[in-house]
C-alpha cells in the first residue's frame, strides 16, 4: 500500500469510529428512530406531531426555570363527551416543563384553573426531588379549559375528567416514555386518584395529598374531625371556649350587630358601587364561626394558629374583629389592630360561569360532596339543632335542581373497594391538625399504598418546607417514590446533598403503616 493510500484508509478508519463513538453518546434528545445520529429534536419538534394538540406556544417563566430545557402552554382538543366523540370537541389547557426524554413525568392534575401563576410552579416539589418532567393540566370546565354551552353542566363528572387525562397521557407517554407519576393536594389529588380509578394502568404511582373522599351530600366526620382532633388539645380548648362566649352571650352578639352596621358604613363610603360585605343574621354568624377555625387548621402552622386564633379570655370586640371582619377589613385599608397576623386572602366573589370556583361547587351538588360540621354539643346555645341547608355548596337558583342527581356510587366504590384493594401503588398524605384529615381513607391496601398522617403538615405537599414535613415524612415519601420509580441520576445525587434527606435505602411493605 502507498503513502497515498495509506492516509486514505486512516482517514476512512477514523470517520468511522468518530461514528461509531458519536452513535452511543448519552443524548436524551436524540430521537431513537433518527436515521442519523447527529439529527437533534427538541420536545417541541415533537409535539408537532401530535395528533389531538390544538395549539403550542413556549414561554418562559419569571422565576428560576429549575434547570428546565423547554416551557410550552398547550391546547388539546378533547371530546365534551367521551362516550359520543360527535358531540362536539372542547379545549384543555396543559403547561409542560421539560427536562429530558431520559427523566420521569410528574403529572399535576389540577381540579381547578391554571392560571399564568402556574408558569412559575416549575418548582414542584415532588418534579424537583425526582428531576422529572413536570405537566400541570387545567381541569375541564375551568379557567381557559370552561364548555360555556353546557348549560346544564352534563358532562362535568369525574368519568369526563379522568377521561381527559388518559388522552392527554396517550398523547405524550410516546414522546416521554419513562415512568409517569400523578399527583395533586386537595381537590387536585381527588382528581389524580379518579384518574388512577377509571384507568389504572396509566401511571406508575399515584400521590395524594390532603384529599377528601365524601360519600354524601352532607358529609359529617371532616367537621366532627375540626370539633376533636385537629390541632392540639389546648387549641381545641381555646376554640370550643370562643365557640361558648360567642354563641352564649346575648350582649356579644348584639355587639357583633353594631359591628356589623358600622363596619358596612365605612366600607359603602369607600366603595359605595358594592353591597355591604357583612350580614348579622345568625345563621351566618355560626357558620362563620365555624369557617373561621376549619381555614385556621387547614391552611396554617400551629405557630401562625398562635397568632391568627384570638384568646377566648380577649375583649369581645379583638375577638369579633378577628374571627369576622379582619380579610374584608384588610383588603379595605380599615384593619384597626396592630397584629403580627399572617395576611388575609381577599374575598371571592362568585358569578355564573366567569368564576373559576364556581363550577367545583356544581361537582359537589353532583358527585363530590360538601363538609358539615358538627354544632350538637352547642344545640343548648343555639336553642336546639341548626336547620339543614338547602343549597350547601351555594349554588345560583337555576343550578339548585343539581341537588336532585347527586349520586354517590363511584365515591362510595372508589372509598370502600377500590382503595382498600387496588394493587397499584398509592401514596396518601395526610396533615394531622387538616380536618379535611377527617375524610381519609379508612382502609388501605399496605403492600402496595401508604398513608402518613405528618404531625406538622398543613394543607398542600411543600415538601421541601421544613416548616410543613419534617425529614422524616418527607424521606418516607421519597423512598415510596423510589420503590416505583428509577428518577437516579446526577443532578438527583447533588440535590440529594443540598437536601439532606432524599432516599437512601428502600423500605420494606410491611413498614408502610399508619403513623399518627
Given at each position: 500500500?502507498?503513502?497515498?493510500?495509506?492516509?486514505?484508509?486512516?482517514?476512512?478508519?477514523?470517520?468511522?469510529?468518530?461514528?461509531?463513538?458519536?452513535?452511543?453518546?448519552?443524548?436524551?434528545?436524540?430521537?431513537?428512530?433518527?436515521?442519523?445520529?447527529?439529527?437533534?429534536?427538541?420536545?417541541?419538534?415533537?409535539?408537532?406531531?401530535?395528533?389531538?394538540?390544538?395549539?403550542?406556544?413556549?414561554?418562559?417563566?419569571?422565576?428560576?426555570?429549575?434547570?428546565?430545557?423547554?416551557?410550552?402552554?398547550?391546547?388539546?382538543?378533547?371530546?365534551?363527551?367521551?362516550?359520543?366523540?360527535?358531540?362536539?370537541?372542547?379545549?384543555?389547557?396543559?403547561?409542560?416543563?421539560?427536562?429530558?426524554?431520559?427523566?420521569?413525568?410528574?403529572?399535576?392534575?389540577?381540579?381547578?384553573?391554571?392560571?399564568?401563576?402556574?408558569?412559575?410552579?416549575?418548582?414542584?416539589?415532588?418534579?424537583?426531588?425526582?428531576?422529572?418532567?413536570?405537566?400541570?393540566?387545567?381541569?375541564?370546565?375551568?379557567?381557559?379549559?370552561?364548555?360555556?354551552?353546557?348549560?346544564?353542566?352534563?358532562?362535568?363528572?369525574?368519568?369526563?375528567?379522568?377521561?381527559?387525562?388518559?388522552?392527554?397521557?396517550?398523547?405524550?407517554?410516546?414522546?416521554?416514555?419513562?415512568?409517569?407519576?400523578?399527583?395533586?393536594?386537595?381537590?387536585?389529588?381527588?382528581?389524580?386518584?379518579?384518574?388512577?380509578?377509571?384507568?389504572?394502568?396509566?401511571?406508575?404511582?399515584?400521590?395524594?395529598?390532603?384529599?377528601?373522599?365524601?360519600?354524601?351530600?352532607?358529609?359529617?366526620?371532616?367537621?366532627?374531625?375540626?370539633?376533636?382532633?385537629?390541632?392540639?388539645?389546648?387549641?381545641?380548648?381555646?376554640?370550643?371556649?370562643?365557640?361558648?362566649?360567642?354563641?352564649?352571650?346575648?350582649?356579644?352578639?348584639?355587639?357583633?350587630?353594631?359591628?356589623?352596621?358600622?363596619?358596612?358604613?365605612?366600607?359603602?363610603?369607600?366603595?359605595?358601587?358594592?353591597?355591604?360585605?357583612?350580614?348579622?343574621?345568625?345563621?351566618?354568624?355560626?357558620?362563620?364561626?365555624?369557617?373561621?377555625?376549619?381555614?385556621?387548621?387547614?391552611?396554617?402552622?400551629?405557630?401562625?394558629?398562635?397568632?391568627?386564633?384570638?384568646?377566648?379570655?380577649?375583649?369581645?370586640?379583638?375577638?369579633?374583629?378577628y374571627i369576622y371582619?379582619?380579610a374584608e377589613l384588610?383588603?379595605?385599608?380599615?384593619?384597626?389592630?396592630?397584629?403580627?397576623?399572617?395576611?388575609?386572602?381577599?374575598?371571592?366573589?362568585?358569578?355564573?360561569?366567569?368564576?373559576?370556583?364556581?363550577?367545583?361547587?356544581?361537582?359537589?351538588?353532583?358527585?363530590?360532596?360538601?363538609?358539615?360540621?358538627?354544632?350538637?354539643?352547642?344545640?343548648?346555645?343555639?336553642?336546639?339543632?341548626?336547620?339543614?341547608?338547602?343549597?350547601?355548596?351555594?349554588?345560583?337558583?337555576?343550578?339548585?335542581?343539581?341537588?336532585?342527581?347527586?349520586?354517590?356510587?363511584?365515591?362510595?366504590?372508589?372509598?370502600?373497594?377500590?382503595?382498600?384493594?387496588?394493587?397499584?401503588?398509592?401514596?396518601?398524605?395526610y396533615a394531622q391538625?387538616?380536618?379535611?384529615?377527617?375524610?381519609?381513607?379508612?382502609?388501605?391496601?399496605?403492600?402496595?399504598?401508604?398513608?402518613?398522617?405528618?404531625?406538622?403538615?398543613?394543607?398542600?405537599?411543600?415538601?421541601?418546607?421544613?416548616?410543613?414535613?419534617?425529614?422524616?415524612?418527607?424521606?418516607?415519601?421519597?423512598?415510596?417514590?423510589?420503590?416505583?420509580?428509577?428518577?437516579?441520576?446526577?443532578?438527583?445525587?447533588?440535590?440529594?446533598?443540598?437536601?439532606?434527606?432524599?432516599?437512601?435505602?428502600?423500605?420494606?411493605?410491611?413498614?408502610?403503616?399508619?403513623?399518627?
Open positions: 500500500m502507498n503513502r497515498k493510500s495509506m492516509k486514505i484508509w486512516m482517514l476512512a478508519v477514523a470517520l468511522l469510529a468518530l461514528a461509531s463513538c458519536s452513535s452511543n453518546l448519552d443524548n436524551p434528545a436524540t430521537d431513537p428512530s433518527d436515521k442519523s445520529p447527529f439529527v437533534t429534536q427538541t420536545l417541541g419538534d415533537k409535539l408537532k406531531t401530535v395528533s389531538n394538540l390544538a395549539s403550542m406556544e413556549a414561554f418562559t417563566p419569571n422565576n428560576a426555570s429549575e434547570e428546565y430545557k423547554e416551557f410550552y402552554e398547550v391546547f388539546f382538543n378533547q371530546p365534551i363527551d367521551h362516550n359520543n366523540p360527535s358531540a362536539g370537541t372542547m379545549r384543555q389547557k396543559a403547561l409542560i416543563f421539560f427536562k429530558g426524554f431520559d427523566r420521569p413525568t410528574v403529572m399535576y392534575t389540577s381540579g381547578y384553573n391554571v392560571s399564568d401563576g402556574w408558569k412559575n410552579m416549575g418548582y414542584l416539589d415532588i418534579a424537583y426531588n425526582m428531576d422529572a418532567n413536570l405537566i400541570i393540566v387545567e381541569h375541564r370546565y375551568f379557567g381557559d379549559s370552561k364548555n360555556l354551552n353546557d348549560t346544564r353542566w352534563d358532562y362535568l363528572t369525574i368519568e369526563q375528567a379522568a377521561a381527559d387525562h388518559h388522552a392527554i397521557f396517550q398523547a405524550l407517554k410516546p414522546l416521554l416514555p419513562k415512568e409517569w407519576v400523578s399527583t395533586g393536594t386537595s381537590k387536585d389529588g381527588m382528581t389524580s386518584l379518579f384518574y388512577r380509578y377509571f384507568y389504572p394502568d396509566d401511571m406508575t404511582v399515584t400521590t395524594v395529598f390532603c384529599s377528601p373522599f365524601m360519600t354524601s351530600l352532607y358529609y359529617l366526620p371532616v367537621g366532627t374531625y375540626l370539633d376533636n382532633e385537629s390541632g392540639s388539645d389546648a387549641e381545641r380548648e381555646n376554640m370550643h371556649n370562643l365557640y361558648y362566649r360567642l354563641l352564649g352571650s346575648d350582649e356579644v352578639y348584639a355587639t357583633y350587630e353594631k359591628m356589623c352596621n358600622d363596619y358596612n358604613a365605612q366600607i359603602l363610603a369607600l366603595h359605595p358601587e358594592q353591597k355591604a360585605p357583612f350580614y348579622a343574621d345568625p345563621y351566618s354568624y355560626v357558620f362563620s364561626l365555624a369557617s373561621f377555625f376549619f381555614t385556621q387548621f387547614s391552611y396554617n402552622t400551629a405557630k401562625e394558629r398562635a397568632l391568627n386564633i384570638p384568646s377566648a379570655t380577649a375583649d369581645s370586640t379583638v375577638i369579633l374583629d371582619f379582619r384588610e383588603k379595605n385599608g380599615l384593619w384597626r389592630y396592630n397584629s403580627p397576623m399572617a395576611p388575609a386572602e381577599d374575598k371571592e366573589d362568585y358569578y355564573w360561569k366567569g368564576s373559576d370556583t364556581y363550577p367545583y361547587y356544581i361537582q359537589t351538588a353532583k358527585q363530590l360532596g360538601q363538609l358539615t360540621y358538627d354544632f350538637s354539643r352547642y344545640e343548648s346555645l343555639l336553642g336546639g339543632p341548626l336547620p339543614v341547608n338547602d343549597n350547601p355548596s351555594g349554588l345560583f337558583e337555576q343550578d339548585t335542581w343539581l341537588y336532585s342527581t347527586y349520586d354517590n356510587t363511584k365515591m362510595k366504590d372508589i372509598r370502600e373497594n377500590f382503595i382498600p384493594n387496588t394493587d397499584r401503588p398509592i401514596l396518601f398524605y391538625g387538616d380536618p379535611w384529615t377527617g375524610a381519609r381513607p379508612d382502609k388501605i391496601n399496605k403492600e402496595k399504598s401508604m398513608l402518613l398522617i405528618g404531625q406538622r403538615g398543613v394543607h398542600n405537599q411543600d415538601l421541601n418546607n421544613p416548616e410543613h414535613f419534617s425529614a422524616e415524612d418527607k424521606q418516607q415519601i421519597m423512598d415510596f417514590l423510589a420503590r416505583y420509580v428509577d428518577y437516579a441520576n446526577a443532578t438527583t445525587a447533588r440535590r440529594r446533598s443540598q437536601s439532606g434527606n432524599l432516599p437512601t435505602a428502600p423500605i420494606a411493605p410491611d413498614d408502610f403503616i399508619i403513623r399518627r
